[in-house]
Nanobody, 125 residues
Framework: QVQVVESGGGLVQAGGSLRLSCAAS????????MGWFRQAPGKEREFVGA????????SYADSVKGRFTISGDTSQNTVYLQMNSLKPEDTAVYFC??????????????????WGQGTQVTVSS
């Protein structure tokens, strides 16, 4: 079994910053990508960004591009989500997900095999 644990959520004022961390551990596995998704009350889960290990690149949703940055360490199966210039509309539960496959698009939840429990991010206006 693979465990995925997020940390770093909290309450911040608009314009502020937060850094989320995600670590995956457990049985031997090889991840191909680690992604961040978020879900606000009454809304569907949406893609935020992903770190693709094969290309060592990160991709982002348009809504966070230029404000959020993903970094990570593939050897540690760890990723970070640095969130700057936060807006009230960024308020959501943020989930980290791990993919062990190459098939499927990285921005779709179906690509991912393991999920964390989520961490709450609240941005006040």
């Amino acid at each position: 079994q693979v465990q995925v644990v997020e940390s770093g959520g909290g309450l911040v004022q608009a314009g502020g910053s937060l850094r989320l961390s995600c670590a995956a551990s457990g049985r031997t596995f090889s991840s191909t990508a680690m992604g961040w998704f978020r879900q606000a009350p009454g809304k569907e889960r949406e893609f935020v960004g992903a770190r693709l290990w094969s290309s060592s690149t990160s991709s982002y949703a348009d809504s966070v591009k230029g404000r959020f940055t993903i970094s990570g360490d593939t050897s540690q199966n760890t990723v970070y989500l640095q969130m700057n210039s936060l807006k009230p509309e960024d308020t959501a539960v943020y989930f980290c997900a791990v993919s062990t496959r190459y098939l499927g698009t990285y921005y779709h939840p179906n690509r991912y095999d393991y999920w964390g429990q989520g961490t709450q991010v609240t941005v006040s206006s």
